[in-house]
């Protein structure tokens, strides 16, 4: 299935996507939800992220092609950092550059959305936890970083974690072409079979320390190729199976 949260006529409603078409759905995303008869064109609604997380579980060094391109080596066990809910933004809406930052990347990643609550879950069964997958621009001021030696500043400002537009269900998370393009070119690509720890790994260990919740997401790495946005640039991450996430830069 693939799910997708919407506004129709300043209402908000979750629906399955096939094709062109949204059927509303009816019950809970996370427990069950049916599929009616109720039906509306793409084109007349507004695309809203898909789930509002508790916690945006974010992992760094984690595509070997990237590690290759970094002056660290691989990390011994993910390397994890939070982003703050608020920075969320849907499809097509905007990412805005700080005035204070000199230097704002993208970075094109596979998300996974996690479906019911766990703890110290068991990588032979991580994947039972996750609800579908999804795409994720994990936007990154590097200034930011280097100032601050830490993640929560550079990662989280308002805007910076575009992800979207849907949720794919049944989808191997562990085989999947990515593809950022910034102004049609393409400058990621890779596929998740390059990840370092993949995405039954992360789940298992993220359960370790923090208790994941339905609706939870984790952004698994990006692949080599991340570079600067500058203001009037679009911003495309492609991951077969799920689609296309697209913003603009201002």
Known sequence: ??????????KVFWGSLHEEIIFLLTGDIFTGATET???VHLEEVK???????????????NYRKHIEESPFGPPEVPMMFLKAP??????????????????????GELGIVIGKKGR???????????????????????????????????????????????????LNPGNLKIETRL????????NTND???????????????????????????????????KKGDVIEVEIEGIGILKNLVS
Do not use: W
């Open 195 to 229: 990840l370092l720890f993949n995405s039954a790994q992360l789940v298992s260990f993220a359960s370790m320390y923090m208790t994941l919740l339905p609706g939870d997401l984790i952004a698994t790495g990006t692949p080599s190729g991340i570079g600067p946005l």
């Open 37 to 39: 008869k109720k039906k």
């Open 86 to 107: 608020s920075s969320i933004i849907g499809h097509l809406d905007h990412i805005v550059l700080p005035e204070t930052s000199s230097r704002v990347d993208y970075e």
């Open 1 to 10: 299935m693939k799910i997708i949260r919407f506004e129709h006529k300043g």
């Open 183 to 190: 102004n049609g070119k393409t400058v990621q690509s890779s």
């Open 120 to 170: 110290n879950i068991k990588e032979s069964e991580a994947l039972d936890y996750i609800l579908g997958c999804t795409i994720v621009n994990d936007v990154s001021a590097r200034d930011y970083h280097t100032q601050d030696k830490s993640f929560a500043r550079s990662k989280g400002v308002d805007t910076f974690c575009p992800f979207g537009p849907f949720i794919v269900t049944g």
């Open 47 to 61: 695309v809203l992220p898909p789930v509002l997380p508790s916690k945006i579980i974010g992992i760094g060094l």
